[in-house]
């Protein structure tokens, strides 16, 4: 589905992330995790196109996609989330859902502003598909209220509806659980679990809460300094002396 | 589709509107009638403006540039080859140009686009930039328009301008500009390409992370915006017959960004409102400028002095309201209602649409 090779990304001086090699199948369930700094979300960077590597190469589905600008990578169908929430701030719950659908109208400036009734079909599929994101995140009793007045919690479920509704084969969560309590945490392993069936996906997602990680992910990679210090299934990572001393810490 | 309450409002708004604008354009004396024509003038400029600056998030200044491109062609087009014999006589007017005439409705569509080209390879470059750069590379790009029509004498005139412009500018034609500018920015916003632009104001990166072509969205938009600019520009040199560079400075960006400012950036309703409060009140204060009598002592005239007011309207406005008259809140019956002035709406109809 996904590979990466060699993918290096300099800033200056500062190599952020080095000979990364990642490779996902389809339907994966797949975590990066590390310390802080680590390069994590630059690798998600450069894979949706938000850096151009200073090497390497990013194939998804058979596809060189290295460099080609954020937008047409999200067309080939790669959504994500991002870390420090960004949603649309003066738009409201639903708004911020259609403007991921947005992409799948593939209407133009003429045919939107006189609403055409090509466009008038559209716009009904896009708000139902919209409607139904919102409420698969249970957010559909939100959809009028502005995205910046919903509590932390429903930021991030409203920001993954919103990736969902750009219609993703692979999804990259940054930090999902951040914030969270052990319930909710549970509840968004869950979910994630649900939302990869439904929506035949794979998935990559950073995180640091290591209980999340390790019951979710089917593989994991780990990254120190930029450097892949090791990857495999969560097992053998849980074992391996170069993490615990990295990250997990010795008990 | 049920016609709903809310429908007939809107209905007996419009044809309130038009049989004042009938009974204005019957019994306004011509003093009133070019002001309301102003007004009309002024909507459709502040609409173009806010499209980029309220509804885009970019900050340009370069209006005045691209109403002189509007202003310029469609007065070039519709001058009647006598007329522009008698106003080029520094230097004759270039051959190519000096036969054309054209009916006033097509001359204002080939303003409004050759504006929008000009927008468009301004644009390209300059959006590439951000925030108070991009403000000020637009300004810069406006001069650069002032200072080349000023200069090429065998098209533009130079700085002598160009006189005795046919009087286009009434109320059947600026007022319909000014509704379609209306409608034009109501369905805009409420698409789903308005709702991409205001993405890209409110985000970029997340824009650009839901496949919208952050770059482009904006290019359309400064062009479309430029369009309206073309278009507000000719309608105004028409309205005064008389158009030359110096009109088109950064002072008339400014009145503009006013309008938008005081009315709220990101408001059709607001713009529409300041444009007309605005407008008015530039004509109303004009008394400040002459010389005034207060009985016990008396006051030279002051050209300018009326600019103050609204200085300090803007300082009360940046000081208590920030978000100017209407924030980004729209117009709707709704408002009325729940105010208690009308019957409440029938539930279920959503006011965003």
Same mark, same amino acid.
């Given at each position: 589905m996904l590979?990466?090779?060699?993918? !290096? ?13 990642i490779e996902i199948a389809?339907?994966q369930i797949v975590g990066l ?14 894979? !949706? ?153 794979t998935i990559l997602l ?10 979710i992910c089917q593989k994991l990679y ?9 990857s ?20 | ?65 691209? #109403? ?17 014999? #008698? ?48 403000? /000020? ?7 650069? /328009? ?38 034009? #920015? ?56 008389? @158009? ?35 407008? @008015? ?53 709704? #408002? ?18």
């Amino acid at each position: 589905m996904l590979r990466t090779e060699n993918v !290096t990304m300099k800033f200056g001086g500062l190599t952020a992330v080095s000979e990364l090699g990642i490779e996902i199948a389809k339907n994966q369930i797949v975590g990066l995790i590390g310390p802080n700094g680590a390069g994590k979300t630059t690798a998600f960077n450069v894979i !949706t196109g938000m850096n151009a590597p200073t090497a390497g190469r990013v194939i998804f589905k058979g596809e060189e996609i290295t460099g080609l600008p954020r937008h047409q990578v999200t067309r080939r169908g790669i959504a994500r989330t991002f870390q420090n929430i960004r949603l649309f701030r003066e738009l409201s719950v639903l708004e911020n859902v259609l403007v991921g659908c947005h992409l799948a109208m593939d209407t133009n400036l003429f045919a939107a502003t006189l609403h055409l009734p090509s466009y008038r079909r559209k716009d009904r599929e896009a708000r139902a598909f919209a409607l139904e994101l919102l409420e698969q995140v249970g957010l559909h009793g939100d959809a009028g209220e502005l995205a910046v007045s919903l509590p932390y919690g429903k930021q991030r479920r409203l920001e993954i509806a919103r990736a969902l509704a750009t219609r993703p084969s692979l999804l990259l969560l940054d930090e999902p659980a951040a914030g969270m309590n052990p319930q909710e945490s549970v509840e968004l392993m869950h979910f994630i679990r649900r939302i990869r069936d439904q929506f035949d996906l794979t998935i990559l997602l950073i995180e640091h809460h290591m209980q999340f990680v390790m019951g979710i992910c089917q593989k994991l990679y780990v990254l120190e300094y930029g450097v892949t210090i090791a990857s495999g299934d969560p097992a053998a990572i849980r074992q391996d002396p170069k993490v615990i001393e990295a990250y997990l810490g010795v008990e | 589709m049920r016609l709903q309450r809310t429908h007939l409002y809107s209905l007996a708004a419009a044809a309130a509107f038009v049989v004042l604008l009938v009974a204005g354009d019957l019994f306004f004396d011509s003093f009133t009638l070019r002001v309301a024509h102003l007004c009309a003038i002024y909507v459709v400029l502040a609409l173009s403006l806010n499209l980029v600056n309220g509804f885009t998030g970019l900050f340009s200044l370069g209006h005045a540039g691209f #109403m002189a491109v509007g202003a310029y062609t469609c007065a070039l087009l519709t001058m009647t080859p006598e007329q522009k014999e #008698m106003n080029f006589f520094l230097a004759p007017i270039v051959p190519w140009l000096a036969q054309v005439h054209l009916p006033f409705v097509p001359a204002l569509l080939i303003a409004g686009l050759v504006a929008a080209l000009a927008g468009f390879v301004i644009g390209a470059p300059a959006l590439r930039l951000k925030d108070d750069y991009l403000a /000020i590379a637009t300004l810069g790009f406006a001069e650069i /328009i002032r200072v080349v029509l000023t200069n090429m004498q065998s098209i533009t005139n130079g700085a002598l301008g160009l006189k005795g412009l046919p009087m286009y500018s009434t109320t059947w034609v600026v007022w319909p500009c000014a509704a379609l500018s209306v409608a034009f #920015m109501v369905l805009l916003a409420r698409s789903s390409y308005g709702r991409a632009l205001k993405a890209v104001r409110d985000d970029e990166i997340a824009a650009g992370a839901m496949g919208i072509d952050v770059f482009r969205v904006k290019v359309v938009s400064f062009a479309t915006s430029s369009f309206m600019a073309g278009v507000g520009g000719a309608l105004l040199g028409h309205l005064l017959t008389t @158009i030359d560079p110096k009109m088109f400075t950064f002072m008339l960006t400014f009145n503009i960004l006013l309008v938008v400012v005081l009315g709220g950036i990101g408001s059709i309703t607001g713009s529409v409102i300041a444009a007309f409060g605005v407008t @008015i009140l530039m004509e109303v204060l004009r008394f400040l400028d002459g010389p005034m009598n207060f009985g016990f002592f008396e006051t030279e005239g002051r050209p300018g002095l009326r600019m103050v007011v609204f200085s300090l309207v803007l300082m009360g406005v940046v000081l208590f309201r920030q978000r100017g008259l209407m924030g980004n809140r729209e117009f709707s019956w709704s #408002m009325f209602s729940r105010a208690g002035l009308l019957p409440r709406p029938v539930e279920g109809k959503d006011s965003r649409a």
